[in-house]
């Protein structure tokens, strides 16, 4: 028997036309920052929906649409002027992951009396102590989980990584789960967020962090992303693929979120810092061979997966990279990789996700594992 601790959203909303809710769900202030990505949001008129709900309800409104899609440590600084300049009481993320962490680095450093540098608390020398602005996640993507956790991965360009500002007061207050806002996702962005998914319910999974409650949830969507994922990438249309693709990215996240991850996160977020590779592409190119590693030390592990053998389900991440058009080394997505390899070593992080990996790894093991994977 164990005993295991969970973190959720306060209220959830799912489903399609669920955006809807933002009209009638309790609110805690009357004006607020929207922030997003630079062109997707306001293309597809979802930032124009949001803000006409909220003139309804006599909220004043100002966007910041500055998100880059590897937000970096700067940008939450420069939104956090913004919110506080136009003393923003409630804090929207409206987009893909990195809306999502930006806003929710957002919402706990602006609430903070004096230091207001992310990278403060990134290092440890500051804590989020304050109780954050009101913050509302609504994904627009179906994959980074980042609506339901405690932390915002942000990327810290003096170390040259991708680091995270956590803290269980960040987790968000209303997260809104809209199917329609992934039907206009492209095949790319569909294949590399599904990943992302996908490695985040298998990681966390195989995790020292999981318990009974987070492994079904896992196995919930892994199963439920092979299933779609090939679907909503052929057809973007698909309301029922998408449908599922967005539920799975959800539970997938409340697992990592309660469960921990391993050593793909660990060992792609530098990857991906270094070499400018999105995550969710480094994660779908590294799955097989950290599961490789970690079952020649803890074969047991992967029998615990439903009923599949090791070779099987290793055969079913390829096959499903090859339908998503993913290449099985990462030298085919970055050809300089060789050279980097020393630079991506020395910025390794062995805490956060590399902690919970169920096999201990050193420098030593990283450097094989990436080697393999090149």
Known sequence: MMNFSLIFPASVHFGYNSLEK???????????????????????????????????RKIETVCFNEVEPEVSVDTVNNAVYVAKKNNAEIIIGLGGGSAIDCAKAVAGIAAQKDINDARDYIDGKEQIKDE?????????????GSEVTKNAVLFYPEKNNKLSLRSE????????????LT????????????MDALSHAVESFFSKGANYYTKNLSTMAINLIFEH???????????????FMLFASFVAGLSFANAGLGAVHGIGHTVGAVCKIPHGLVNAVLLPYVLIFNTKFCPEKLKELEEETFKDFIKKLLQLNKKLK??????DVYHDIKNKL??????????????????????????????ESI
Not at 38 to 56: A, E, F, P, T
Not at 137 to 144: R, Y
Not at 183 to 192: F, N, R
């Open 169 to 180: 007061k960040l987790v968000p207050k209303i997260v809104i789960l809209d199917p329609d």
């Open 183 to 194: 039907l206009t996702m492209s095949k790319e962005i569909t294949a590399y967020s599904g």
């Open 342 to 371: 020393e630079n991506i070593l020395s910025n390794i992080s062995f805490s956060g996700s590399m902690a919970y990996n169920p096999v201990k790894i050193t420098i030593k093991e990283v450097e094989y594992i990436l080697k």
């Open 132 to 144: 954050p602005l009101f913050f509302i996640a609504i994904p627009s993507t179906a994959g980074t």
């Open 229 to 243: 994922l090939p679907v909503a990438y052929n057809d973007g249309k698909n309301k029922e693929a998408r449908y």
């Open 326 to 331: 993913i290449p099985e080394k990462l030298s």
């Open 22 to 56: 933002l009209s009638s769900v309790e609110l805690k202030g009357n004006k607020c920052l929207i922030v997003s990505g630079k062109n997707s949001m306001k293309s597809s008129g979802h930032i124009d929906r949001v803000i006409s709900i909220l003139k309804k």
